[in-house]
């Protein structure tokens, strides 16, 4: 036989003891049954109890005093088994043991130790004389107890020291930014992640406390002034912002710092306490653009909201893309009645579709593929499912594209509002929510400018209908807000393709800034500004501080960490048509009001006439019909007469 060697034993393979082999066969053992914990622990007892007999009769004492040996031996071994059933000593794993399961030990064998001092105690009183010597017993119930415990210890340690030492070349060296109750769940958490991706190096204390003392036996580490430092005299290469006492400016510092070393930064939300160390594991992510905005959270009326949806039926145009499926998530949690969405595009509704298909909710979703521009398509929509609230969402948005296709932008973005809103008046749609955008203040491209006449156009139609006193008439409300992170086709997107493709990034002008938020945070404020509105009213968004967008390129390069302008070059290509330097969120001749919410304010527009207004809208649109650009654009500008073109062939329609 090929497995015999000529001396007719097997072959000794002397690598299945080495370090990688029993690395692997440790890694893939299974967790082990609970008799064999049980067999484990009763070997230890014995081991014990002939441990303490050795011991004694070293000294010339008798452990054990009564004739009845074999009887007290019999005894002493069933109640340890049976404390051992009562307190669960062997239902933990032991790899995962913890401070609870050497409290049931010692639970287990203090109960054994007291059952017995008893039955001594009475034994001497019928007897006259002890059943075994109190010492030795004291004795071998702490033998059993360290016995026990310390080999629970031993495959602890092993386990943990083979996991944590598999790739340790490729773990990264992490301190950790807190020393609360949230920052030593994320340790414990990281510790028994598998596959690992962290070696914990220490912890820092922001209030420069404890610098002598260890938590989880890693050292408390000191922040003189700066983290960066600090990292370079540990060799640690990112650091985990766990310490949720840190306000955002105290986070951007941190965050600004690391990345000008090249420090690797990761982020963890607030620890529940119910919450498993894998669930833990899996939030430490990489702290993304978006969290670097400087933003408090947004506290939203939901009583408001919820009246206005809650039991309704509910439109949501344009909901496949970025912004209307947001709109579409956020307005399920008011449990509307029914809610219809409403998209063009087919695959990235069928996407939708799936991911509702997941929630468990009796709310019916009705899911229409349709043109906003086919009013007959529209008719029927509104026909079938009766909405009460409408969000127009739906809009051609690339200021390039529609540049050089201005009348897709005004059959979508004007047209389409059109009929929605004269629809939500025939229908009686109690509110009529329209989604724009900073780009239709001052407009200098065709897209912008598109936008600010479907603004008219709705602000128009509902004073009409004041004026006209019309019963149950709509409220018309527009919500007006800059560029969206993470948006279809924004550039954050795009800056993260760029990168992931090795650059270069390419920025339009070094000195173009524009305002940021997040695609929740807009979409909470439109449906707060539409719970709120009472019908005309124009809302814009406190968008923060404007961001300078070479600085957020140079900032997401370092974020994927690398060098700008030398791992990944950062390329000028210049303005492009239709596009300015910087966004405004108020025309000209407009004033602000505030309101009860501090990131909303009105602003207050000069109205236009309806019917003469109508008028012009009927022939803008019979000029995009037959696609006459310029004759569409001369029209625009005379509906909109703050229409100045940009970088834009249409700059001559302006002399």
Known sequence: MSDINNSGSSPINFNFFSRENLKFNIHNLSYLPRWIIIMMDFSVLVLSFFFTILMFKGTGLDYIITPHSFIFIGSFFAVNIFFFWLFRTYSGIIRHSSYIDAVKLLFSQMAVLVIFLFFNFGYELLYGQKAFLNTAFFINI?????????????????????????????????????????????????????????????????????????????PILIKKKKLPPLMRSVNAQAVIIADKSLSKEEQLIIVDQCLEFNYTVYTVPLISDWENQKEISKK??????EDLLERKPIVLDSKLISKQLKDKTILITGAAGSIGSEIVR????????????LDQAETPLHHLCLEMQHLNSNIKIHNVIADVRNKIAMNTVFKRYQPQVVFHAAAYKHVPLMEENPSQAILTNVKGTKYLADLSCLYKVKKFVMVSTDKA????????????????????LQFKNKNEAEKNATKFITTRFGNVLGSNGSVVPLFTKQIANGG???????????????????????????????GGEIYIFDMGKPVKIIDLAKKMIKLAGFIPDKDIKIQIVGLRPGEKLYEELLNDTSKTLPTHHEKIMISEEIL????????????????????????????????VPEFKSMNSSFELLDK
């Open 441 to 460: 203040v001052n407009p200098s491209n065709v897209m912008g400018a598109s936008k600010r006449i479907a603004e008219k156009y709705v602000q128009s």
């Open 330 to 341: 956020q307005v399920l949690v008011f449990n509307p009645k029914r809610v219809v969405i």
């Open 608 to 639: 236009d006439e309806f019917e003469n207004l109508n008028t012009d809208i009927e022939e803008l649109i019979a000029a995009a019909n037959h696609h006459e650009n310029d004759q569409i654009v001369m029209k625009m500008k005379k509906i």
């Open 504 to 534: 270069p990034v390419t920025i339009t002008h070094p000195e173009i800034i524009r305002y940021f938020m997040t695609i929740p945070e807009a979409c909470q404020l439109v449906l707060e500004a539409g719970a709120m509105g009472n």
């Open 142 to 218: 702490v033998l059993s107890f360290c016995g026990l415990f310390l080999y629970r210890v031993i495959i602890k340690q092993t386990f943990e020291f083979y996991f944590s030492e598999q790739g340790t070349n490729k773990l990264i060296r992490t301190i950790i930014y807190g020393t609360d109750a949230n920052a030593i769940s994320v340790a414990n958490a990281l510790k028994f992640e598998t596959p690992t991706r962290f070696k914990i190096v220490g912890f820092v204390d922001k209030n420069n406390q404890n610098a002598t003392k260890r938590m989880l036996d890693l």
């Open 284 to 289: 430490v992510k990489s702290i993304q653009i």
